[in-house]
T-cell receptor, first 111, second 115 residues
Framework: SQKIEQNSEALNIQEGKTATLTCNYTNYSPAYLQWYRQDPGRGPVFLLLIRENEKEKRKERLKVTFDTTLKQSLFHITASQPADSATYLCALDPLPGKSTFGDGTTLTVKP | KAGVTQTPRYLIKTRGQQVTLSCSPISGHRSVSWYQQTPGQGLQFLFEYFSETQRNKGNFPGRFSGRQFSNSRSEMNVSTLELGDSALYLC??????????????FGPGTRLTVT
């Protein structure tokens, strides 16, 4: 069956460093992958979408890579700030309107 | 543009009761998806509606149902509530589901507690 795994439940880093989050998937052939940010008690917020034919995508301090051979996406936050502390979710969309989400990685950026 | 709104934000119900949750998508968005989020199971897809038709459905029992109105507003209903139904219910709307490459805009969620 389809499965998404995000590398760890929690990631702690120091302010100013680069945070790298991993999303691995099996039994999927997604056309695209999305990353969301979720703060406690709130709905996820869309960050980036990357298509299978795109190796890398950037948005300000965010960078996403998509390796369909490794079946993996990496999500980077450069020059991290305490305000980046949140849970980050990856999602694959095998069918329109039906996103399958990973369990998320909770990032804590310490000042 | 106003975001996705969900009502009510918090709800406490007793086992066996039923509940109806409401979602108003972003203006112009015709696709509405519903998700259940719990600490143990994460975000689980319930169903998706597009132009008043249910297009996709997740693996939830028939006690979970929904509908969409002509103005794209959507409701979901849970009958015969169980303790395990306690969760954050999230609604998401999107504008371009047909091509597959789209982003979803989530509402703040409805926190349902079943006692």
């Amino acid at each position: 069956s389809q499965k998404i795994e995000q590398n760890s439940e929690a990631l702690n880093i120091q302010e100013g460093k680069t945070a790298t989050l991993t999303c691995n998937y099996t039994n999927y052939s997604p056309a695209y992958l999305q990353w969301y940010r979720q703060d406690p008690g709130r709905g996820p917020v869309f960050l980036l979408l990357i298509r299978e034919n795109e190796k890398e995508k950037r948005k300000e301090r965010l960078k996403v890579t998509f390796d369909t051979t490794l079946k993996q996406s990496l999500f980077h936050i450069t020059a991290s700030q305490p305000a980046d502390s949140a849970t980050y979710l990856c999602a694959l969309d095998p069918l329109p309107g039906k996103s399958t989400f990973g369990d998320g990685t909770t990032l804590t950026v310490k000042p | 543009k106003a975001g996705v709104t969900q009502t009510p934000r918090y709800l406490i119900k007793t086992r066996g009761q039923q509940v109806t949750l409401s979602c108003s998508p972003i203006s112009g968005h015709r696709s509405v998806s519903w998700y259940q989020q719990t600490p143990g199971q994460g975000l689980q897809f319930l169903f998706e509606y597009f132009s008043e038709t249910q297009r996709n459905k997740g693996n939830f029992p028939g006690r979970f149902s929904g509908r969409q109105f002509s103005n794209s507003r959507s409701e979901m209903n849970v009958s015969t509530l169980e303790l395990g139904d306690s969760a954050l219910y999230l609604c998401a709307s999107s504008s371009n589901p047909g091509t597959g490459a789209y982003e979803q805009y989530f509402g703040p969620g409805t926190r349902l507690t079943v006692t």
